[in-house]
T-cell receptor, first 116, second 113 residues
Framework: GDSVTQMEGPVTLSEEAFLTINCTYT??????LFWYVQYPGEGLQLLLK?????DKGSNKGFEATYRKETTSFHLEKGSVQVSDSAVYFC???????????????FGQGTILTVHP | ETGVTQSPTHLIKTRGQQVTLRCSSQ?????VSWYQQALGQGPQFIFQ???????GRGNFPPRFSGLQFPNYSSELNVNALELDDSALYLC????????????FGPGTRLLVL
């Protein structure tokens, strides 16, 4: 079945450092890929998405490229801020049968802490 | 534009009881999905509703059931609560033609004692 594997955390960085959170997936067909962010005590916010191979999703300085050959969707940001401290989830969106339902399969999450 | 809302925010129940959680979808969204997020884990798909019918389900027992109403709002019902049902329950809404792109509410935290 579908699965998502994220790099184990937690990740601790200083402000303005470069961020990479690795994500690889296993899926049949051609899934969409997503990154969600969860701040303490809140629900998930959609950060970015990519719907086909070689697509790059971007938002708020974060980027991720859909790499079909390596089945990866790594999240990157050039300069992190203290306000980026949160839990980041990589997710795979499968539209079973193409016409039925769409569910998200999530990784286990990566805790990011950014220090001033 | 109104986002996804959920109620209540927190709930405490005892083992064997029943619970109903509620969700209002984002304006214009007609598909609702429910997820269970245990502490320190990623969310797990429970089921999805479209046109007032369940059109997809994850690996959850039948005591997890739901409803969708004509205004696209939804309920999640859990019968015979077990201790392991303690979790954050997340509702997400989406458009019918883009069911995978889902927008989440703040969640309901359920504690079963």
């Amino acid at each position: 079945g579908d699965s998502v594997t994220q790099m184990e955390g937690p990740v601790t960085l200083s402000e303005e450092a470069f961020l990479t959170i690795n994500c690889t997936y296993t899926a049949t067909g051609y899934p969409s890929l997503f990154w969600y962010v969860q701040y303490p005590g809140e629900g998930l916010q959609l950060l970015l998405k990519a719907t086909k191979a070689d697509d790059k999703g971007s938002n708020k300085g974060f980027e991720a490229t859909y790499r079909k050959e390596t089945t990866s969707f790594h999240l990157e940001k050039g300069s992190v801020q203290v306000s980026d401290s949160a839990v980041y989830f990589c997710a795979l969106g499968s539209n079973a049968g193409g016409t039925s339902y769409g569910k998200l399969t999530f990784g286990q999450g990566t805790i990011l802490t950014v220090h001033p | 534009e109104t986002g996804v809302t959920q109620s209540p925010t927190h709930l405490i129940k005892t083992r064997g009881q029943q619970v109903t959680l509620r969700c209002s979808s984002q304006s214009g969204h007609n598909t609702v999905s429910w997820y269970q997020q245990a502490l320190g884990q990623g969310p797990q798909f429970i089921f999805q509703y479209y046109r007032e019918e369940e059109n997809g389900r994850g690996n959850f027992p039948p005591r997890f059931s739901g409803l969708q109403f004509p205004n696209y709002s939804s309920e999640l019902n859990v019968n015979a609560l077990e201790l392991d049902d303690s979790a954050l329950y997340l509702c997400a809404s989406s458009l019918a033609w883009q069911k995978e792109t889902q927008y989440f509410g703040p969640g309901t935290r359920l504690l079963v004692l």
